[in-house]
Structure formats: structure tokens, C-alpha cells
């Protein structure tokens, strides 16, 4: 079966998508949707939920973890 996923544009450029990202939390369950990225390495806009609070517009980096 093909499911057909349809994203929103970014609203900041109005050129890339927003692109769900999922993560674990610390006991280890999935986050899903935890942060919403465009697609754009131009924009990099970026929308985040940490510990219950929602952020935009950190600057995005590789996370050496």
C-alpha cells in the first residue's frame, strides 16, 4: 500500500516544505513531530518543542551526540 504524504510549505521563504522531525525521549519512547525543519538549506527555518516549550528560529547544527 503507498500512502501519498503532502507537507506544508515554509512560511518563512515560501520555497521549501517543513519536514517532520521524531526523537527519544530519556526514558527512551518516541517523540514524534518533535521538530519541523524546511527543506530549504537556504531558510533553515526551524520549529521545536523542548520540555513543553516551542521554539523557532535556533540556529540548526550537527549534534555530536
Given amino acids: 500500500m503507498t ?3 503532502t ?10 516544505l517543513l519536514l517532520p522531525l521524531s ?3 530519556r526514558d527512551g ?3 514524534r513531530y518533535k521538530a519541523w525543519v524546511c527543506s530549504s ?4 527555518f526551524n ?3 523542548d520540555n513543553g516549550e516551542i521554539t523557532f ?3 540548526i547544527g550537527q549534534s555530536y551526540k
Fill in 47 to 49: 520549529i521545536r518543542i
Fill in 57 to 59: 528560529g535556533r540556529a
Fill in 29 to 31: 519512547a518516541t517523540i
Fill in 7 to 16: 507537507f506544508p510549505s515554509c512560511q518563512k521563504c515560501d520555497v521549501g
Fill in 23 to 25: 526523537d527519544y525521549g
Fill in 3 to 5: 500512502q501519498d504524504l
Fill in 41 to 44: 538549506p537556504d531558510c533553515g
